[in-house]
């Protein structure tokens, strides 16, 4: 990245018709990290539960209160998403395993909702495990960032789509939720990163990414290629 002065990308979107463009100056995409927690319990017999430290009881109250910290801590107009996505514990239907392990991911798109999200998260575990008298292991893994599209930049992609494919092709859209590496090389440098459409429902193009029915329309490809043409062709001039 050395001497680069300005970076562009875009990422195919079944949210939008072919030959369709969807950009948004500042946060475009959120940060996502992921965050794994183990509850340290003491294993034994079912028939003998008050012999034991229950990690499987004390990881439902995690999860559950896990839930509040978006719903109750975080501001109402502030994006944010906490997700637990994999919770492994136990192997015989008879035995209260020694541990549970909680992992999940948090999408977040300010700096400082991000860190106080892993602190809030470890404070509930925290409280929890220590009114129960378990112990706990936990680690917050940090992503990538925010993918946040230059102003400049992007009005200037917006003149270009719109001057070549039409303003009814060019559509101003709203922060995404999923995480996009674009950011290591636009928190580097000033960039713009935007969706090209891909939708259409007479090729049965039209579910969504991370779906086993997803199929891009190819042809949507061409239009990509005509905008980085047309794009490379105005900043070099």
Known sequence: MEGVQEVYGLHVSTNYDTCTFGLRSGALTSATDR???TVLGKGGHSAFP????????IGAQIITALQTI????????EPAVLS???????QAYNIIPGTMQITGSTRTFSRETREDMACRIEQIVQGITSSYGADYKYEFVKGYSSVINDDGLTQNVE???AGHFGENRVSRIDPL??????SAFSDICPGCFIEL???NPEKRCDSPHHNCNYQMDEDALAYGV??????IQDRLS
């Open 197 to 199: 459409g891909t939708k």
């Open 50 to 57: 008050e012999t034991c430290v229950d990690p499987i009881v």
């Open 159 to 161: 003149r270009i789509l």
């Open 226 to 231: 005509e905008y980085f043409v047309r794009l």
């Open 35 to 37: 965050f794994e927690i």
């Open 177 to 182: 939720m999923p995480g996009e590496d674009f």
């Open 84 to 90: 637990v996505c994999m919770v492994n514990s136990g």
């Open 70 to 77: 978006v719903s109750r801590q975080i501001q109402a107009i």
